[in-house]
């Protein structure tokens, strides 16, 4: 049984932080890239960031570079963003998402049609 299970949104003021884990089973960690999407109401569903951990490669959108980190926790087969100096346009719902490394291109690690299996998402509210 695949599952990817978020924690760790919330209620945070502009400038605040958060930690964002998701819980990861049913499949082998190494074969995959996670990553983490957001997606707010009436917008496209987006990349914010993936970490493969195989290799430890993490990659970032531009709008989230600096802000935030990704690591995994590769005995745990869990993956936690650090979300800090948190803005109100990163409100938005985020999803945990898992895909095959070996069939992405690098290029596309942060394409969401990539991925297989989806997380149930977890709401971050960022206040001005």
């Known amino acids: 049984e695949v599952q990817l299970v978020e924690s760790g949104g919330g209620l945070v003021q502009t400038g605040g932080s958060l930690r964002l884990s998701c819980a990861a089973s049913g499949f082998r960690f190494d074969d995959y890239a996670i990553g983490w999407f957001r997606q707010a109401p009436g917008k496209e569903r987006e990349g914010v960031s993936c970490i493969t951990p195989r290799n430890g490669n993490r990659y970032y959108a531009e709008s989230v570079k600096g802000r935030f980190t990704i690591s995994s926790d590769n005995a745990k087969n869990t993956v936690t963003l650090q979300m800090n100096s948190l803005k109100p346009d990163d409100t938005a719902t985020y999803y945990c998402?898992?895909?095959?490394?070996?069939?992405?291109?690098?290029?596309?690690?942060?394409?969401?049609?990539?991925?297989?299996?989806w997380g149930q998402g977890t709401q971050v509210t960022v206040s001005s």
């Open positions: 998402a898992a895909g095959p490394v070996d069939f992405i291109a690098r290029m596309r690690l942060l394409a969401k049609d990539e991925y297989t299996f």
